[in-house]
């Protein structure tokens, strides 16, 4: 089986190095020529660093003008902003019945996907693996958690699941919106205050706030209908201390003077709540917050 792979992100060469223990073809799809370049001039392969141990996972790389065989297997590891377009960008280059899997952070872009390519079988991941770049195509192994799978179609029913290491769930919406609930309480203040995870409460200002977006969340959730089993505060807490280590993405990009998906964490609250009449201005200042340390950086 080919696994082709949007981009070289660091939770995409996770998967590119699992799917070449198991045996499978990588092709990674590069926005350019240059970028085709120098990943042929590094040896053509991506390094995966773990506890100080480095392996290789050879890839073939090319742009998407350059693919000239039927995609079968897609995988998206991509930015949430970049997600729609990456889709649109090689639509011209699936199979009828290629299988999608669109692997992003954030709420609000997987159902877009999902309305205007539900002719392919299209499904949706959501992963707590914890990786870095350190370098064009090395990235560091920070964590490996786990990723669920599923189809945001109640009439698609799916037996098996096509990545090896994830399992089914048959609520990946719930799956999705949990880990957006969670980001927007963690990342955020992590970037501002230029923190680890573990840090997030550890002034009496930056506990007030996580306190105030989890309720601001937890209001919008019951005018949505959505239920919960344990506060999100508690389950914050507990992500916190598990990933105390880890520099959340956002964090990564405010440091790098990188775009972040805040529109699509904190943002995808702000927007949702204006339709349920609920406020949310935690949310909404994170959100400024984010946008304005990221213009500055620019």
């Not at 159902?111 to 992963?127: D, G, M, P, V």
């Amino acid at each position: 089986m080919t696994w082709h792979i949007i981009g070289a992100g660091a939770i995409g060469s996770l998967w590119a190095d699992r799917f070449h223990q198991q045996g499978e073809e990588i092709r990674l799809i590069l926005r350019t020529e240059a970028q085709v370049q120098h990943f042929k001039d590094q040896g053509s392969r991506l390094l995966i660093e773990e506890r100080s141990n480095v392996s290789t996972v050879p890839c073939f790389a090319s742009t998407t003008a350059e693919i000239n065989t039927p995609i079968t297997h897609l995988l998206i590891p991509t930015k949430a902003f970049d997600a729609m377009d990456a889709v649109k960008s090689i639509q011209s280059k699936l199979a009828p019945n290629a299988t999608i899997i669109v692997m992003i952070n954030g709420y609000g872009v997987q159902q877009q996907i999902e309305k205007h390519f539900s002719q392919y079988n299209l499904l949706f991941a959501s992963t707590t693996d914890g990786a870095y770049k350190t370098a064009p195509f090395k990235t560091v192994k920070a964590a490996i958690d786990k990723t669920l799978i599923g189809s945001l179609s109640r009439s698609q029913s799916i037996k098996t699941s096509p990545l090896m290491d994830a399992k089914l769930t048959d609520a990946i919406d719930d799956v999705i919106w949990k880990k957006v609930a969670i980001n927007c309480c963690i990342n955020p203040i992590t970037a501002i205050n230029n923190c680890l995870n573990g840090a997030i409460f550890a002034t009496n200002e930056r506990s007030n706030t996580v306190f105030q977006l989890a309720e601001e969340i937890e209001s919008l959730e019951h005018a949505m209908g959505i239920k919960r089993q344990k506060p999100l505060l508690q389950e914050v807490e507990q992500v916190a201390e598990l990933t105390a280590s880890n520099r959340s993405s956002m964090l990564q990009d405010v440091s790098n003077g990188r775009r972040t998906e805040v529109e699509h964490i904190n943002g995808a609250i702000v927007d949702l709540a204006k339709n349920h009449g609920v406020e949310v201005p935690y949310n909404l200042k994170m959100l400024n917050t984010i946008q304005n340390l990221t213009l500055a950086a620019r």
